[in-house]
């Protein structure tokens, strides 16, 4: 049974920082290509970073320069650093991990910037 276990969630102030961890339990963790999402409630879920096989990286242009995605094969673990986190990063972060037709979402954890 596959699980993406989520952990790093929390409240902060604006300008502060969090980092978000997702371990995985079941996969063949290095053979997926894997993301971050973000969902406010109301809106639509929104893509924020990508960390394929070969560590190639990619960040929505609003997190890019303070949002480093990261992952570590040996640990079956994918990391998101975030730095200078402002109210328009609160939202529910969920980690994503897909192979070809297969994919699998983690439960998702609650980031809230305010003062």
């Known amino acids: 049974q596959v699980e993406l276990k989520e952990s790093g969630g929390g409240l902060v102030q604006p300008g502060g920082s969090l980092r978000h961890s997702c371990k995985d339990s079941?996969?063949?963790?290095?053979?997926?290509?894997l993301d971050w999402y973000r969902q406010d409630p109301g809106k639509e879920r929104e893509w924020v970073a990508s960390?394929?096989?070969?560590?190639?990286?990619n960040y929505e242009p609003s997190v890019e320069g303070r949002f480093t995605i990261s992952r570590n094969n040996r640990e079956s673990t994918l990391y998101l650093q975030m730095v200078d986190l402002q109210p328009e990063d609160t939202a529910i972060y969920l980690c994503?991990?897909?192979?070809?037709?297969?994919?699998?979402w983690g439960q998702g954890t609650q980031v809230t910037v305010a003062p």
């Open positions: 994503h991990a897909q192979r070809g037709s297969r994919f699998f």
């Open positions: 079941g996969l063949t963790f290095s053979a997926y290509n």
């Open positions: 960390i394929s096989m070969s560590h190639n990286v």
